[in-house]
């Protein structure tokens, strides 16, 4: 079992920036692959980005290609998502979550491959 806990979330304007973080406590990380979706009011949920867990190869949606960047530290059990030049747009529950790397390159963006999940952090950008 690993359990993920996300945090960063909060209000900020539009152009703004915010650093998520997803921390995992449990089985070894540092071996499981971890995207980041997230779920606007009245939206289905959208994949975000994700990495790799063994070439930190990192994927992104187009809507956001450019402005985020995923990362890992797996000596700190922990993902990051950097959020620059915010627009409102961007304004959701954002949710990390872990799979193991099977098909992962082709899958990534599937959030039915994913067998952890956060409990989600609420992004508010203002405009």
């Known amino acids: 079992q690993v359990q993920l806990v996300e945090s960063g979330g909060g209000l900020v304007q539009a152009g703004g920036s915010l650093r998520l973080s997803c921390a995992a406590s449990?089985?070894?990380?540092?071996?499981?692959?971890v995207g980041w979706f997230r779920q606007a009011p009245g939206k289905e949920p959208e994949f975000v980005a994700a990495?790799?867990?063994?070439?930190?190869?990192?994927y992104y949606a187009d809507s956001v290609k450019g402005r985020f960047t995923i990362s890992r530290d797996n000596a700190k059990n922990t993902v990051y998502l950097q959020m620059n030049s915010l627009i409102s747009e961007d304004t959701a529950v954002y949710y990390c979550?872990?799979?193991?790397?099977?098909?992962?390159?082709?899958?990534?963006?599937?959030?039915?491959?994913?067998?952890?999940w956060g409990q989600g952090t609420k992004v508010t950008v203002s405009s």
């Open positions: 979550a872990a799979r193991n790397s099977r098909f992962f390159s082709t899958t990534y963006f599937r959030s039915g491959e994913y067998d952890y």
């Open positions: 449990g089985r070894t990380f540092g071996t499981y692959a």
């Open positions: 990495i790799s867990w063994s070439t930190y190869s990192t």
